[in-house]
Each structure stands twice: as structure tokens, then as C-alpha cells.
């Protein structure tokens, strides 16, 4: 076949249209040229990174929860933004928790907890685990060159087996022996199989194997499913008391925040001018995000004037003007994936308007109560129950409230969360709504314990349409969103650099504005 009959629209496979852009020779000549004179790779590994020991505790935790199974916990493929462009790849959450893995490690990777005898495991748990993924490929391979994905000439170095197990203090293995890892011994429990759980939905390839293991070995599917659930949770309730490292990670990542918000007041002038202010809030936000830290950790909602009132406005494309609010909620995630989740509302030009204030002041007010009991002993409910009460009022004080707050509050009422439909709070830690999975009574019912971390976040949106009331108070919307770390004596609002108050936030955009 020539070349011209290859590429004809007619005759070329759609696979192989990748080859109707330029691609590397395949000469010998060429491969042997591309594998030859390259300096000596390093050899030296990698100290042990100060996650190693925290994630073997977290491990271990996991471990005495399933002992004599088999566990499998992928980090997930790299995700196709269009066409041949991937997304940044970023691993799924519980596989960051359980190896202690941040920034871009490491796709396709599988996390397996193959059970041993009780208590013979690592670190005297029931499992010893190993990561399998796909080590960096020798210059003298093709892949070296040729595998955009993959390949170090794309896409850098990255870690080779002992690089990992050195960092990470893991055993290590190459992702070509997963399959048999994942199946071997495995079945049907009762005739004498091992049973498998997995991480589901995050790796369509790993789910694939595993269901294909169980159908060959008698495994009940729907039995597994509920198996498989019960991992999932258990995964999302070992991250509800954060450990020492994790607290750490998040004050990194609270402070980096602080300064992000600090840049966006900075070019407040640059967004006024602009036609598309809220863009220019957007990205002084982001630039912080991305130079200190690795990421935002959920789209930015930059919003101004009537587009506050709505909740999750992140097409940011309206414009920044002055005698209006602007709500900003941004959280920077940094290199170990951990997110800060805040909000602030301020006045454009630096000056709450009375009624703005006035709105303003009533979610501070129940704010603050939220605060009150989020300590030890009370139950996670109470926070907004208490934020709800203090809402309600301030409503039914201004005449807002079409029945008494007493009536709003009751369970036939709920008048006041017209403006308020959202909860006050929600944990926070590699997701930004993190331990969603986790079983209602240790999330909405649960008790409060030292080492949770959630967002206090009440707000007041008054849509420019709403005839339920005042015409002055259309088109505002309020949000104050604070990062709480439970502490044995009660609490500490890791966000508190940022001044809530409206003489604080007055004087904090002067000063940043001189
Ligand atoms: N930024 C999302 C939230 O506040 O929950
Ligand atoms: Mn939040
Ligand atoms: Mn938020």
C-alpha cells in the first residue's frame, strides 16, 4: 500500500488517523540514533518523604477492617480533555490518602492490599500492600520517544520502582503484573476463593478485570457491589478525623488562599475596568493557585452584583462594578492535594452600603453561631441548626419573613431557606466536599471530634428577581465561608487571616489598596 492509499479518507482505519500528523521514523537507523548517548541516569533514590509513616497508619487501619480479603484501589487512567490532549491528571482521592501520593502521581496506578496471615502483615497489620504502576522507561526503549502519554521525552521523568519504594516507603511493582496480582486464588468465598473488594468506577480497566475475574469464578455480581460499597465508605469515613500530616497539608493550603484572596483585592481596579471583571477576579485567584500550589481545588466562583446570588456561578464572565458585592469562594490546593474551600463578600469600592450591611451582618451573626457549637460533643447538625436559627431571625427582624422565624424553623415551615437552600457545612480535605461516602451517622449525625476539619459557610441570596422583597435588596447575595479545624478544647478557624467583620473587610481593601 503507498503512502497516498494509506492515508485516503476511504481506506485509512480510525485508528490509525494519528498518523495523518507527522510521526517519528521508524528506521532502525533512527531507533538506534534516539537509544544511544544519553548521560548515565541517576541512580540515587529519593529520601523518605515525611507521608511514608502517616500513610502506613492510614493503611493499617484499612487493613484491620478487611482482613483475608483481597483490596484494590486504582488511581485512575488519565482522562481525555478532547482528542489526543489529556486533562492534568490528578489520582483518585482515596488512593492519595492510603499512599500519601499528591501532584500528578501516577496514572493507571493500582494500590493492592493482598491479605496475609492476621497481624503478619506490614507494619504487624493483616495486609502487605503493594503499588503497581508503570515505572519510566529506559532512553533505549521506544517508549522513551514515542509514547506521548507516557514517555519521558513527552512528558518528563518520572518514577522508576525503587524511586517510589524509597519515597513513599512502598513495595513496588510493574503495572504488566497487575492482572495476576488481582486474580490469582480469587473466587467465590465459600468455595474457598479469595474475595476481592474494589474501588469502583474509578479505572473502567481495573473494574473490568476484576468483573471478569468474578464471572469466571462464580462470584455473585450484586453481592459484590455491596462489597464494593462498603470499601468505598469506609475509605471516605478513614478521612473524617484528619491526622497531624493532613492538618498541616490544609493550613498550607488555608494560608496560600489567604494570599490568593489578598491578589484578587490587589486587582479589583484592573476588574472594574475590564469587561469581563469577573474573569480578571477569576485569574488573579488561579495565578496563586497554580504558582504556589498545584491546583485549584474546585472551579472558582467569582461573582458579582445578582450573579452572587447564584450558587455555583463559575462561568465568571460578568463585569466587577462599583456600589455592588463581589462573592469570591476559591481554594487553593497544593502539591499534596489537600484544598482550603473559602469564601469572602466585599464591596467593590471598598464601602458597604447600609443595607448591604445590614444583610451582611445577619450572616455573620449566624455564622458566628455555628461556631459557638462546633466543638467537641455537639453533634455535626447542630452547626447549622444553630446558623438556621440566627438566619431566621435577622429575617423575621427586617419583615422579610412571611411567617414568625419560630414557624420558619419548624418542620412545616422552612420559609427562610428561600434565601438560604444550601447546608452550612460540609468536611474538607482532599476533596473539597471530602468523606462524601461516609454513612450519615458519622457524617450529618455524628458527634463532633477533635481533628475534623468542615467548612462554616451560611449565606443570604436575594435574586434580582425575587418580589418576595424589597426592591434594595435585589441582586445581592452573601456568603461567608470559614475552614474549621476541631480542636480538644473546642475550635480553631483556620481561615481567620481573612477578616469577616464589615470594618475588617473595609479595612483590610484599604490597606491593600493603598
Ligand atoms: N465551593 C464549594 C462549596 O463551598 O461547597
Ligand atoms: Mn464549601
Ligand atoms: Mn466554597
Not at 153 to 178: C, H, I, K, N, Q
Not at 186 to 197: D, F
Not at 310 to 326: F, P, S, Y
Request: aromatic share 6%; hydrophobic share 40%.
Amino acid at each position: 500500500m503507498t503512502t497516498e492509499n494509506k492515508n485516503s479518507a476511504s481506506e485509512q482505519p480510525l485508528d490509525d488517523r494519528a498518523a495523518t500528523r507527522s510521526v517519528p521514523p521508524e528506521s532502525d537507523a533512527f531507533s538506534q540514533f534516539m537509544a544511544s548517548n544519553w548521560a548515565a541516569p541517576s541512580h540515587e533514590l529519593p529520601a523518605r518523604a515525611k507521608v511514608a509513616d502517616f500513610a502506613a497508619a492510614r493503611r493499617a487501619k484499612i487493613s484491620s477492617l478487611f482482613p483475608g480479603e483481597r483490596l484494590v484501589l486504582p488511581a485512575g487512567p488519565l482522562k481525555v480533555r478532547s482528542n489526543d490532549c489529556d486533562y492534568r491528571f490528578r489520582p483518585h482521592s482515596a488512593f492519595a490518602h492510603q499512599t500519601g501520593m499528591g501532584l500528578d502521581h501516577e496514572p493507571d496506578a493500582v494500590l493492592v492490599f493482598e491479605p496475609v496471615e492476621e497481624g503478619q502483615g506490614d507494619h504487624g497489620s493483616n495486609h502487605e500492600v503493594t503499588l503497581y504502576f508503570r515505572p519510566l522507561a529506559g532512553r533505549d526503549s521506544k517508549m522513551f520517544y514515542m509514547d506521548a502519554r507516557y514517555g519521558e521525552f513527552w512528558v518528563g521523568p518520572r518514577p522508576t520502582l525503587a524511586s517510589l519504594s524509597a519515597e513513599y516507603g512502598l513495595r513496588t511493582a510493574d503495572l504488566s503484573e497487575l492482572e495476576v496480582a488481582i486474580t490469582k486464588n480469587a473466587g467465590n468465598q465459600a468455595l474457598g476463593g479469595l474475595r476481592i473488594r474494589l474501588v469502583r468506577d474509578v479505572d473502567l480497566n481495573v473494574d473490568a478485570l476484576v468483573d471478569t475475574s468474578r464471572i469466571n469464578t462464580a462470584v455473585d455480581l450484586e453481592e459484590s457491589d455491596k462489597l464494593d460499597s462498603e470499601l468505598a465508605v469506609a475509605l471516605s469515613e478513614a478521612r473524617l478525623i484528619k491526622d497531624e500530616l493532613e492538618v498541616e497539608n490544609l493550613r498550607r493550603s488555608v494560608d496560600l488562599t489567604v494570599e490568593g484572596f489578598e491578589e484578587v483585592i490587589r486587582a479589583l481596579p484592573a476588574a472594574v475596568a475590564h469587561r469581563r471583571g469577573e474573569r480578571v477576579v477569576e485569574t488573579a485567584f488561579f495565578s496563586k493557585a497554580r504558582t504556589e500550589g498545584n491546583e485549584l481545588g474546585y472551579d472558582t466562583i467569582a461573582a458579582c452584583g445578582n450573579n452572587a446570588t447564584i450558587l455555583h456561578w463559575i462561568r465568571n464572565n460578568g463585569t466587577v462594578d462599583e456600589g455592588k458585592l463581589l462573592l469570591l469562594d476559591a481554594g487553593v490546593e497544593d502539591d499534596t492535594l489537600y484544598t482550603a474551600d473559602v469564601t469572602r463578600t466585599f464591596p467593590v469600592n471598598g464601602k458597604f452600603s447600609e443595607v448591604q450591611a445590614r444583610a451582611y451582618n445577619i450572616v455573620l451573626a449566624a455564622a458566628d453561631a455555628a461556631f459557638e457549637v462546633a466543638v467537641p460533643g455537639r453533634k455535626f447538625r447542630e452547626v447549622h441548626e444553630a446558623a438556621m436559627k440566627v438566619l431566621a431571625k435577622g429575617l423575621e427582624d427586617w419583615g422579610l419573613l412571611p411567617v414568625s422565624a419560630e414557624v420558619a424553623l419548624s418542620a412545616e415551615g422552612g420559609q427562610h431557606r428561600r434565601w438560604m437552600p444550601h447546608g452550612t457545612s460540609h468536611h474538607l480535605g482532599l476533596d473539597v466536599h471530602d468523606c462524601a461516602q461516609a454513612k450519615k451517622e458519622l457524617y450529618i449525625d455524628a458527634v463532633i471530634e477533635p481533628g475534623m476539619v468542615f467548612t462554616i459557610e451560611p449565606g443570604l441570596y436575594f435574586k434580582e428577581e425575587d418580589l418576595a422583597i424589597p426592591a434594595e435588596l435585589r441582586g445581592i447575595g452573601i456568603r461567608i465561608e470559614d475552614d474549621v479545624l476541631i480542636t480538644e478544647s473546642g475550635n480553631e478557624n483556620l481561615s481567620a487571616a481573612l477578616p469577616r467583620t464589615v470594618e475588617g473587610l473595609e479595612a483590610w481593601m484599604a490597606e491593600l489598596s493603598a
